[in-house]
């Protein structure tokens, strides 16, 4: 009997190659004739570019090309707004802007090339933030923009007669941070052009299509002229979805150097061209009844997307609206939000796409209010957390919640109702508990009305599979996912399941790893195939045994008949020969899709809708001890808690809610992208700390399952969840501890000691 | 990094002649953990590097009574901390190596290497002054011996000609009884030390009979801090005492700012580990340094 693996520990199948140091990144490939990229990058955040000498570069030995923004394809190229060319023309608009490309025989000679290259520069005046990019007369980042990328506004219900209703209004203002997307892989691509004029990308990609159809449309090529392979990825965390410049930059120089050419970020290069998470000012205003339920929310939020929008709209349409959706009772909403360009860095996606920069705001808001009442905070988060079965404020038709299972779990884990009793600490060292919530989508469905996910699924004749997927193994688990549905359907060992990295002249089309979509989409899709693999297989084995389908079944490889004595069986192996070696016979193949019963929100005004298959939910218990002499912050406890559904593989999930809550951490207290101008200030990790095996706590991550309807095996996304509740946790301990409220992300050690300080004047007063 | 001729002396001798011939832009390597980042990024790129590991003097450590501790400056950090001699005789350095930096940078990087960097954001510097410990710089034409202070000179700068390297540091023998380094991170996940504090003491019950206190990693290079030393001296030890004594203490430094951390709030940092440094070595505080005798 063949073990089913799904919900048993499982480790990555996959894990081995990477530990043993053989995985291949894309910086590890070479090819003959290969030659090496660099780019200059902009030493201005605003400036018109005059003139750009090229010429001592060229005549330097071993260069083959010095290519600037003129030389590219005059096709814009971006996300929602198509709005710079593959180096920049006219004018730079933030540091760290590619205008240069040097192509030579090694990567230090590219280096000396590009050393040598003069730009003469005029300054313009630099657009330093939001509130600046709005006022009347700011130079325009883009012309004609005013500044501003993008704006939502959602109105439902009546807010103003529920704020009317409420027993207690309160409002507040929140800010939050940029976190870099921290992958262990910089980014890095190998490209070549064949002789067919076909351009061939090896890259780290969370998307080879969307890569594609981004490179396509840049280079100004049909699609089937470009090939997209996916290279073992270090890493990716949102940051290598479709805004990197690096894998664009790297196609178009190999149309323009007739010879492979490689470019690998060093880690400086990629925090200078990486797409860090949008910084946002969260304005809440919330109306709840006595009993804390809330009936009434404002918000009004500006968000810096920096130079160019990219999908920096897309997060902030989360932050907008997403978190509405955790709340039964909530009906009446306004929401307001504005996406402005600066002359910072462009920013984009990370990890919780926007979730966690509301449910900062939203959670600390939250416990404000549960004191003013005199309501346990865990209480009313109980108390207004969605049900199975119910449909938000914004049209999520919810198929499974278990956000307070998790919050139940997350605050007996850190007793709670114990801890809650003791007295206030009142030594130099204070602990504190604090709560947070998070929602996350498993899959949205934005990108031309599909949702869908396809897998190919190949038996050999030794009655092994091979499957094909459009969606991208990035470490998370994903092939080892694909592999357990289809093993456990076929009843076959997972070792007989091969997942291939995706190429898009051989994979089936898929969106790829955004959006928590990969386990409900592909994982349906997987199951799907496995099932239409067996029905062939059972057809032939009909055929071959003479007995009627539905007497047949399937275990360890073999299809045997149900009722009949022993023997009366035949091996896959056997029956998947006789699917070719027939008249009429072919390999035997299925193409299987699964597509979602959900809704275009984002494409309408309204943005009601059902936009996923399923909701994830998480909760986060944090205990810290405030120092309250160096304003340090301890983590003592924290436990997270992710209703995915169903854990497939409870080991990959334990892993992606540690690495998500690690991740919380870091945004909360370590990590802080410093800018002087514009300037990033510590792009490296001696000065932009993530956090290490020092700085984190022992995490105890809980699986609540919920079991979701359209779920395969009942499962959802279970990535991304876990990243949304951390920083409100860490705050509102913070204030159980001390009670001084951090409302501005980071929260360092300065900021502690500045507010303990005003409380003490406050209370001097 | 940019291509360069990697030399490997076999003496000390051999060393300092390629340090002379190739003055102009060469750079040592001895654990290279500071070195390699700076020729990645080719914020050097010298013509030459002279690697130092097959220099059998500059290794190993030794004690004798009369000179005390003998380092080789190619002992690595975590040799430093594992070494039962510097564990006997000094364990507040053999504490301080444990916890420097990062795992990575305690098995790979040298406590010569370490000195000759002079990057103020580290460990050794300070506590090793606490300690009157000496510097010896060897080259062909011979040896001199170098207090700490005198050799670290200021931010990246050491007091090393160019044809000299850092051959050892010997620890004198000591009268002190009692002894911390304290190493401030600004948050749990920084390696780099935002402000340090190294006490050596001779203490008698609560009674201070002599003291050594050195900030570090907030200054420019290490700073003794005579008048809170002074203070301290011939005093019973409270915790007023301590106070004071910290008070006094960071009176005395110019801590500098950098992203990093404001040069206030260091200085805010430098008082509150004195004071809890002081307290702790006389038992005056709880949940504070342990104390390493």
New interface residues.
Partial sequence: MTTSTIGKETPQINALEKVLGKAQYSADFKMGGMLHAKVLRSPHAHARIVRIDTDAARALPGVHAVLTGEDTPTKMTGIHHKQHRILATGKVRFIGEEVVAVVAEDEETARDAIDLVRVEYEELPVVLNPDQALQKGMIEVHEGSGNLACQYNVVRGDVDAAFARAALVHEDTYETHSQYPGYLEPMATLAWRTSDGRVNVLTSTQSAFLARMRLADALELPVSKVRVIQATVGGAFGGKTAEECNSLICAWLATRAERPVRFVNSRLEDFLGARSSPPERIWLKMGVDKDGIIIAKEVNIIAECGAYEGLAGHVLQVSTVRSDNMHRYLKDVRLHSKLVYTNAPPRGALRGFGGPQASFALNSHITVMAEKLGLDPLEMMKRNAIKSGETSVHGFQIGSSGLSECLEQVSEGIRWSEKKQRPKDQGVKRRGIGFGTGIHVSGNREMGNWDGSTVIAKMGTDGRVVLLTGESEMGQGAYTMLAQCVANELSIPLSHVTVLPTDTDMSPYGHGSIASRVTILAGNAAIKAAREVRSKLFAIASEKLGVPEDELDLNNGEVFVKSAAPNRKIPFSDLARLHIYREGGEGLHVTSTYDPPTFQALATPEQYGNVAPGYSFAAQATEVAVDTETGQVELLETWVSDDCGKALNPLAVHGQSCGAAVMAIGWTLYEHLQYDDCRLLNGNFADYTMPTADSVPWIRSGIVESNEPNGPYGAKGASETAMVPGAASIANAVYDAIGVRIKTLPITPEKILAALRDKQDASHA | ???FDYLEPNSIAEASEMLAAHSDNCRMMAGGTALMLAL???MVSPTHVISLRNIRELRGITYDDRLGLRIGALTRHSELAGSTLTQKYFPMLADMASRLA?PQVRNQGTIGGNLCYADPATDPPSCLMALGAQVVLSSTKGSRMLPVEDFVLDYFVTALAPDELVSEIRVPPSSFNSGYHAR?L???????PLVNLAAAMKKSGDFCEDVRLVAGASTAKPTRLLGAEDYLKGKSVTARVAAEAADIGVSEVEPISD??G?GE?RR??LR?VARRTIAGLFGLAE?LPKNVA
Avoid: C, G, K, L
């Fill in positions: 990094m940019r291509e990645r990024q080719r990062n401030f600004r948050t749990a996940a920084e390696h780099r992203i990093r404001d709030f805010a940092m509150v949940d």
